[in-house]
């Protein structure tokens, strides 16, 4: 099945810097989706990617789907304390998700 | 109203002994799973159900064995736990799409199993 690699697998940023996680393929994906997991909770839907060079904004932050399908990214403009978590990628394949090892992302205020 | 909600939230147990987590979604969809998630926060699939039937099966070791008895529950028995089996849980459930687009997993809140 597809499978993703994801970098880096912590990130620690002061509060008003960028953050960015990747997530790669050595194949090509039909899809992509990003979650995020506040600490002690559970992943919650973010977004979905499914076209190539494909770009979605929300607030802050921005997605992208690389032109060859095979890598993504999500990218947070001035990080506020409310972003930590972990974040993860994922494609949706055979019926089942398969999940990157997850960015954990840390904010220092 | 919660979609995806698993009891119990917190079990802590000794080894050997057997326990069991259940699972309900409200969402009305096909598909339900059990994920787990160990120390490192690597989100693993282990089963799925489509309308109560066993579609995946990840290599999973037989002393845990999911039974789905309507397409709105998805319980998680674990037979003579064992240390390696402290993880948290996650049930969740989705729409399976025909459409290329993939589909949304909707997780419960997880829950947190301790085998000391």
């Known amino acids: 099945g597809q499978q993703v690699m994801q970098i880096p697998q912590y990130q620690h940023v002061q509060e008003g810097e960028d953050f960015t996680t990747y997530c790669n393929s050595s194949t090509t994906l039909s899809n992509i989706q990003w979650y995020k997991q506040r600490p002690g909770g559970h992943p919650v839907f973010l977004i979905q990617?499914?076209?190539?060079?494909e770009v979605k904004k929300q607030k802050r932050l921005t997605f992208q789907f690389g032109e060859a399908k095979k890598n993504s990214s999500l990218h947070i403009t001035a990080t506020q304390t409310t972003d930590v978590g972990t974040y993860f990628c994922?494609?949706?394949?055979?019926?089942?998700?398969?999940f990157g090892d997850g960015t954990t992302l840390t904010v220092k205020p | 109203d919660t979609a995806v909600s698993q009891t119990p939230k917190y079990l802590v147990t000794q080894m050997g002994n057997d326990k069991s987590i259940k699972c309900e979604q409200n969402?009305?969809?096909?598909?339900m799973y059990w994920y787990k998630q160990d120390s490192k926060k690597f989100l693993k699939i282990m089963f799925s159900y489509n309308n109560k039937e066993l579609i995946i099966n990840e290599t999973v070791p037989n002393r845990f064995s999911p039974k789905s008895p309507d397409k709105a529950h998805l319980n998680l028995h674990i037979n003579s736990l064992e240390l390696g089996d402290s993880a948290v849980y996650f049930c969740?459930?989705?729409?399976?799409?025909?459409?290329?687009?993939?589909?949304?997993?909707?997780f419960g809140e997880g829950s947190w199993l301790t085998v000391v």
């Open positions: 990617l499914v076209k190539s060079g």
């Open positions: 969402l009305g969809h096909d598909t």
């Open positions: 969740a459930s989705s729409q399976v799409s025909r459409i290329l687009s993939g589909n949304t997993i909707y």
């Open positions: 994922a494609v949706f394949d055979a019926g089942k998700s398969t």
